[in-house]
């Protein structure tokens, strides 16, 4: 079955940067959405980005462009979220998300199939 795995979290200065990553396993095909999401505590979850491995396209919200950046492996099915100039409100759980055989551009979570558990960023001032 397909399984995505994060790793990457902890704790980074507020200036700082962090290189989160996320790996695919039991699907090997083309056309992979591959999301970031966050979730603060008490608040909801937010969708920061999206690649689309056929191609490599991405998109993001309003409230990371220029900070946020989403690449792929596509060698090691990984997708990575670089996060620079880090701020205090980057702190919260990251989860990547996956639905296979599409192309999107969407943030909504209820449009994802596959979730890994999350990595945890702390942001440190």
């Known amino acids: 079955q397909v399984q995505l795995v994060e790793s990457g979290g902890g704790s980074v200065q507020a200036g700082g940067s962090l290189r989160l990553s996320c790996t695919i396993s039991g699907y090997t095909g083309p056309r992979i959405a591959m999301a970031w999401f966050r979730q603060a505590p008490g608040k909801e979850r937010e969708g920061v980005a999206v690649?689309?491995?056929?191609?490599?396209?991405?998109y993001y919200a309003d409230s990371v462009k220029g900070r946020f950046i989403v690449s792929q492996d596509t060698a090691k099915y990984t997708v990575y979220l670089q996060i620079d100039s880090v701020k205090p409100e980057d702190a919260a759980i990251y989860y990547c998300?996956?639905?296979?055989?599409?192309?999107?551009?969407?943030?909504?979570?209820?449009?994802?199939?596959?979730w890994g558990r999350g990595t945890q960023v702390t942001v440190s001032s």
């Open positions: 690649l689309n491995t056929g191609g490599g396209s991405t």
């Open positions: 998300a996956a639905k296979l055989r599409v192309w999107t551009t969407t943030l909504d979570p209820i449009f994802y199939d596959y």
